[in-house]
Nanobody, 118 residues
């Protein structure tokens, strides 16, 4: 069974920064493309950013230039550096495989809440 544990969220003022982490267990993420997703209250989950096994990243237009996705396969961990945060970035953030769906099932972590507010 795959377990994903996200952390690093919190309350930050507009323009601030946060660094999210996601540690995986029960699998080796090095062989998978990974992604960060987010879900704001009352909205559908959306794709924020992806990273290939080679480290190539792509971002949603809404976060391009502000967020940076990285991975440390040795630590089985992915990161999301979020800068210049805006109130519209407020959401629960999740990491997962991209596309979703692990060989043994569909697993999600608890997510980490990011709130951007003055």
């Amino acid at each position: 069974q795959v377990q994903l544990v996200e952390s690093g969220g919190g309350l930050v003022q507009p323009g601030g920064s946060l660094r999210l982490s996601c540690v995986a267990s029960g699998t080796r993420i090095s062989i998978y493309a990974m992604a960060w997703y987010r879900q704001a209250a009352g909205k559908q989950r959306e794709l924020v950013a992806t990273i290939t096994t080679a480290g190539t990243t792509r971002y949603a237009d809404s976060v391009k230039g502000r967020f940076a996705f990285s991975r440390d396969n040795a630590k089985n961990t992915v990161y999301l550096q979020m800068n210049s945060l805006k109130p519209e970035d407020t959401a629960v953030y999740y990491c997962n495989k991209f596309p979703t769906g692990w060989p043994t099932g569909d697993y999600w972590g608890q997510g980490t809440q990011v709130t951007v507010s003055s």
